[in-house]
């Protein structure tokens, strides 16, 4: 009998090496190469008999993408591009906590209800711990079908036997394939059991949700190689200690990426939030300095985002920037701005930003709101509440225009805001706002901000 062969793959990166070494020549890291081993279909070293091999003209081959199956949750099926695909393969990804469970566990219910077979394989929980919840969610009767297997022969014969038109794996990295060598969890591991289970989600034309836990760095464990096999990629984001959660894809073969789906998690599961246009604004008093308004665009969906500023005198010879829910690196440099270009004098000042609701703001529309909020908490002044502040700050301290800032406008005007300040370079229609121009940031600052303290 031929000796069993083995080869090394990087846990990290999956760069395969012919054998084992301390560091992994591809992705530099040490310690994470684990030796495997070689199966003949793998290795490819037995051809098997040739399958029978052919070409369809394309007009013949079946459209599946036309029939989806909508999951009953607007704002789900809002990210996925108008619900669940036959045969595609949705990765779900969230940190632990987020929801992911309870947001397919409701899905799973209203597909079911709608007539499809559902089968719900819960490798991570305890059938009662999943009727639990399926209680407090009150979806118990809805007709899901549940397993707990956590071996993908098993998920694989459950599947046969029931033909289910919808599969929910919750989740990849706890189903193991005894087949393969590697720990559960590892890369290997998901990896194969993705594969296996995407391979069976196109023969049987069967839609797949797989839910894939995102690690501390914010990587959906098992680095990368699950996006690559699956068709769609979701992300749950959003504060555990806010109620708010918004629904992100960030790769779709079937719809538009960048949709965002907003819910809420409340005593009885999540609840799909429609207008949520003006949740991320606080309730501070009209005359609490360090606050502007700005209107961002998740996606297609425009919210009306507050950010904050908090500026403390320091003795210290370095004061602090610290930034939650913005970029730290932007709201250093907005700061040198503002003290460089504006006159805010922030150099025995430490700076502290921050949005409210647990929202993430990465895009430029966001610069002017926040240098307004820095300005009126270092000179005392406040900014108005009817006002959104639409502008990317340069580093000359320059206004300059941000992508649809007429439709950002539009959306403001219908969410009641009365004042809009947009740079001089604007040229488009107010939509019923009182619209303030200004060429730079010093301009923009003493236009809005009263009353003004002196310092
Ligand atoms: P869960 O779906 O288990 O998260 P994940 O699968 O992403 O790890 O739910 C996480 C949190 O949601 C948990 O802390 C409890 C809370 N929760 C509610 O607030 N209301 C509910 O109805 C349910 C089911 C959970
Ligand atoms: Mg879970």
């Given at each position: 009998?031929?000796?069993?062969?083995?080869?090394?793959?990087?846990?990290?990166?999956?760069?395969?090496?012919?054998?084992?070494?301390?560091?992994?020549?591809?992705?530099?890291?040490?310690?994470?190469?684990?030796?495997?081993?070689?199966?003949?279909?793998?290795?490819?070293?037995?051809?098997?008999?040739?399958?029978?091999?052919?070409?369809?003209?394309?007009?013949?081959?079946a459209a599946h993408a036309d029939r989806r199956v909508a999951s009953g949750l607007d704002e789900l099926d809002r990210v996925l591009g108008g619900g669940l695909v036959p045969g595609s393969v949705v990765l779900l990804?969230?940190?632990?906590?987020?929801?992911?469970?309870?947001l397919l566990?409701q899905a799973a219910?209203a597909i079911?209800r709608s007539g499809s077979?559902v089968?719900?394989?819960?490798?991570?929980?305890?059938?009662?711990?999943?009727?639990?919840?399926?209680?407090?969610?009150?979806?118990?009767?809805?007709?899901?079908?549940?397993?707990?297997?956590?071996?993908?022969?098993?998920?694989?014969?459950?599947?046969?036997?029931?033909?289910?038109g919808v599969?929910i794996?919750?989740?990849?990295?706890?189903?193991?394939?005894?087949?393969?060598?590697?720990?559960?969890?590892?890369?290997?591991?998901?990896?194969?059991?993705?594969?296996?289970?995407?391979?069976?989600a196109?023969?049987?034309a069967m839609a797949t949700v797989?839910?894939?836990?995102?690690?501390?760095?914010?990587?959906?464990?098992?680095?990368?190689?699950?996006?690559?096999?699956v068709d769609a990629v979701c992300?749950?984001?959003?504060?555990?200690?806010?109620?708010?959660?918004?629904l992100r894809a960030t790769k779709n073969r079937f719809g538009a990426v960048g949709e965002v789906g907003c819910f809420?998690?409340?005593?009885?599961?999540?609840?799909g939030?429609v207008?949520?246009?003006?949740?991320?604004?606080?309730?501070?008093?009209?005359?609490?300095?360090?606050?502007?308004?700005?209107?961002?665009?998740?996606g297609h969906r425009?919210?009306?985002?507050?950010?904050?500023?908090?500026?403390?005198?320091?003795?210290?010879?370095?004061?602090?920037?610290?930034?939650?829910?913005?970029?730290?690196?932007?709201?250093?440099?907005?700061?040198?701005?503002?003290?460089?270009?504006?006159?805010?004098?922030?150099?025995?000042?430490?700076?502290?930003?921050?949005?409210?609701?647990?929202?993430?703001?990465?895009?430029?529309?966001?610069?002017?709101?926040?240098?307004?909020?820095?300005?009126?908490?270092?000179?005392?002044?406040?900014?108005?509440?009817?006002?959104?502040?639409?502008?990317?700050?340069?580093?000359?301290?320059?206004?300059?225009?941000?992508?649809?800032?007429?439709?950002?406008?539009?959306?403001?005007?219908?969410?009641?805001?009365?004042?809009?300040?947009?740079?001089?370079?604007?040229?488009?229609?107010?939509?019923?706002?009182?619209?303030?121009?200004?060429?730079?940031?010093?301009?923009?600052?003493?236009?809005?901000?009263?009353?003004?303290?002196?310092?």
């Amino acid at each position: 009998m031929a000796k069993a062969r083995t080869r090394a793959r990087c846990t990290s990166c999956d760069h395969v090496e012919p054998r084992w070494v301390g560091r992994c020549p591809a992705c530099g890291e040490w310690g994470t190469v684990e030796e495997e081993a070689v199966t003949p279909a793998a290795a490819g070293s037995t051809p098997t008999a040739r399958p029978a091999a052919r070409a369809t003209p394309l007009h013949e081959v079946a459209a599946h993408a036309d029939r989806r199956v909508a999951s009953g949750l607007d704002e789900l099926d809002r990210v996925l591009g108008g619900g669940l695909v036959p045969g595609s393969v949705v990765l779900l990804g969230g940190e632990p906590g987020a929801g992911k469970s309870t947001l397919l566990l409701q899905a799973a219910d209203a597909i079911a209800r709608s007539g499809s077979t559902v089968l719900y394989v819960s490798a991570e929980e305890s059938a009662g711990q999943v009727r639990l919840r399926a209680e407090r969610l009150g979806v118990l009767d809805g007709g899901v079908l549940l397993a707990t297997h956590a071996d993908l022969s098993a998920v694989t014969h459950v599947v046969e036997q029931h033909d289910p038109g919808v599969l929910i794996v919750d989740s990849i990295q706890t189903v193991r394939d005894p087949e393969t060598t590697g720990v559960p969890g590892g890369v290997g591991q998901v990896r194969d059991c993705a594969t296996a289970l995407t391979r069976l989600a196109k023969e049987r034309a069967m839609a797949t949700v797989l839910v894939g836990h995102v690690t501390k760095e914010g990587a959906l464990a098992g680095p990368r190689v699950l996006e690559h096999l699956v068709d769609a990629v979701c992300e749950l984001e959003g504060d555990r200690h806010h109620a708010l959660r918004l629904l992100r894809a960030t790769k779709n073969r079937f719809g538009a990426v960048g949709e965002v789906g907003c819910f809420e998690m409340t005593g009885s599961g999540l609840t799909g939030v429609v207008d949520a246009g003006r949740l991320f604004v606080g309730d501070t008093h009209d005359d609490t300095a360090g606050v502007a308004v700005t209107l961002a665009l998740e996606g297609h969906r425009p919210l009306a985002s507050e950010v904050q500023a908090l500026v403390t005198h320091t003795g210290a010879p370095n004061p602090r920037r610290a930034a939650s829910g913005l970029d730290g690196q932007r709201v250093q440099l907005l700061a040198a701005v503002c003290q460089e270009r504006a006159q805010v004098n922030l150099r025995e000042h430490d700076l502290y930003a921050s949005t409210v609701g647990g929202l993430r703001l990465a895009e430029p529309a966001v610069d002017l709101a926040l240098c307004l909020a820095i300005a009126s908490a270092r000179h005392g002044g406040t900014v108005p509440r009817d006002l959104v502040a639409l502008a990317e700050v340069g580093l000359a301290g320059e206004l300059r225009l941000v992508t649809q800032t007429e439709r950002r406008l539009a959306e403001a005007a219908r969410l009641g805001f009365r004042r809009a300040l947009v740079p001089s370079a604007y040229d488009g229609g107010a939509h019923g706002l009182t619209l303030v121009q200004e060429p730079d940031l010093g301009r923009a600052i003493a236009a809005v901000t009263t009353p003004r303290r002196s310092d």
